[in-house]
């Protein structure tokens, strides 16, 4: 599957973004899909999951309160929504996806996804 992420940008630090990520190449969408970020220096981390059979979702408690996810199954396409951004939320955020589910336990790790977007830049300004 191929994954197109966009809406990453600038903002100041207490605005929204949105992120969309598009899969394609399949017939319907992932069993699973994530989003990951890095910031400059720093390793690649867990931000957010959902699953498309039941929407249960998993999120890094970084972002907790902050940030939502859905989905449309009908577009193949997560949604990131961020509010009230910090200038630590500055990264380039990927989509991540797996075309089967992944058990709760497994949907922050980087491993169990097969599937990687070219990310988005997303940059808060303090």
């Known amino acids: 599957v191929q994954l197109q992420a966009s809406g990453g940008g600038l903002v100041q630090a207490g605005g929204s973004l949105r992120l969309s990520c598009v899969a394609s190449?399949?017939?319907?969408?992932?069993?699973?899909m994530a989003w990951f970020r890095q910031a400059p220096g720093k390793e690649r981390e867990f931000v957010f999951a959902i699953r498309r059979n039941d929407g249960h979702t998993r999120f890094a408690n970084s972002v907790k309160g902050r940030f939502t996810i859905s989905r449309d199954n009908a577009k193949n396409t997560v949604y990131l929504q961020m509010n009230s951004l910090k200038p630590e939320d500055t990264a380039v955020y990927y989509c991540?996806?797996?075309?089967?589910?992944?058990?709760?336990?497994?949907?922050?790790?980087?491993?169990?996804?097969?599937?990687w977007g070219q990310g988005t830049q997303v940059t808060v300004s303090s």
């Open positions: 190449g399949r017939a319907s969408m992932p069993g699973t």
């Open positions: 991540a996806a797996r075309s089967s589910s992944i058990i709760t336990g497994q949907m922050s790790s980087q491993n169990v996804y097969s599937d």
